[in-house]
């Protein structure tokens, strides 16, 4: 399971969100295993069902002024029941300002205490949509991952049978760079896995002859991506493997087979690697003509429906 520590929330949103850290730094390294964020307006009161261990508190308006309105030994009891599960972190929006028993417990629990001038709304629509990303399941590929034509393409296939290279004349000829070697697949969604490339790789490209490139140097800001949704897996293949691979039956249709990654089909286009073959182009028309599938037009189908029409036009009953 994907984690994520207190201390690295802070550090990733501290900037957007004006994040203060004023008490229980010593749970820096609790860590977050869900990207649910709540309002615990019923644990303030003796709900406990409503507080989750490892997750974000945020006390909002009505929480503080629900807290405000209590004695010192009802203030107390509140506070206790909010602390009384393992949190990863507490949060007082709006610039509330912290009680001094808030504080206390946060300091007496080592849980995070941190304070933001945002609406509670706002934080929390943030940080759900913050830890849905940080928290996704990951798995890590092989492979260049690029953006074609807008679309997230990753080209596997063999070492040393030209992925490399491949990747370098696509960006040539204006599409753009996300990872090369190694992809982080995230599942953001159901449905959606998303590629980043790993921080240290960031930018480069390795090309047998030429060594490590710096693509954004080499081609500017634009030549580069940070993320994109993996929406077709390009495999390079000797000539013979492909073909034995596609098979006969599946030689019309483009988009015969898919491979599952974290449980998410992604069409998956075989093509032959020979001498004279312009993969650029091919990789090129894959993505195109995906493009087309999509909108719901298979030039295959398209050719089976036509030789059917002309088969049937040109048939004489026998005499």
Request: charged residues 20%; proline residues 5%; negative net charge.
């Given at each position: ?181 190694m992809v982080d697949l995230y599942r953001v969604s159901p449905d959606t896995l998303e590629g980043r490339c790993p ?43 492909a073909q034995s691979a596609i098979g006969e039956e599946n030689r019309l249709h483009m988009h015969a087979s898919t ?61």
């Amino acid at each position: 399971m994907t984690q994520l520590t207190v201390q690295q929330l802070f550090d990733d949103t501290r900037a957007k969100l004006d994040l203060e850290w004023p008490a229980g730094r010593a749970g820096a390294q609790k860590m977050l295993t869900s990207d649910t964020v709540q309002k615990p307006t019923l644990a303030l009161i003796g709900h406990l069902n409503f507080v989750h261990p490892n997750r974000v508190q945020v006390l909002g308006c009505a929480e503080m002024d629900y807290l405000r309105s209590l004695d010192g030994d009802a203030l107390a009891q509140a506070i206790t029941h909010l602390y009384s599960t393992e949190l990863a972190a507490v949060i007082v929006a709006n610039a509330e300002p912290v009680p001094k028993p808030l504080y206390d417990a946060a300091q007496r629990t080592q849980t995070p205490l941190l304070t933001s001038p945002r609406p509670s709304p706002e934080l929390m629509n943030f940080l759900r949509h913050h830890l849905a990303q940080a928290l996704a399941e990951r798995i890590s590929r092989h492979g260049v991952f690029l953006e074609v034509m807008g679309m997230g393409v990753l080209i596997t296939g063999d070492s040393a049978i030209g992925k490399s290279e491949l990747a370098l004349e696509l960006i040539t000829r204006g599409h753009r760079l996300v990872a090369d070697d190694m992809v982080d697949l995230y599942r953001v969604s159901p449905d959606t896995l998303e590629g980043r490339c790993p921080t240290v790789l960031q930018d480069f490209l390795e090309v047998r002859g030429l060594g490590i490139l710096n693509i954004r140097a080499l081609f500017g800001d634009i030549a580069v991506k940070v993320k994109k949704n993996l929406k077709l897996i390009v495999h390079l293949a000797k000539f013979e493997a492909a073909q034995s691979a596609i098979g006969e039956e599946n030689r019309l249709h483009m988009h015969a087979s898919t491979e599952d990654i974290l449980d998410i089909p992604i069409p998956k286009v075989r093509i032959p690697v020979a001498a004279g073959r312009n993969l650029a182009v091919l990789v090129e028309v894959a993505v195109r003509n995906h493009i087309m599938h999509l909108r719901g037009l298979d030039a295959s189908e398209q050719f089976i429906e036509r030789q059917g029409e002309h088969i049937a036009a040109n048939s004489h009953p026998a005499d």
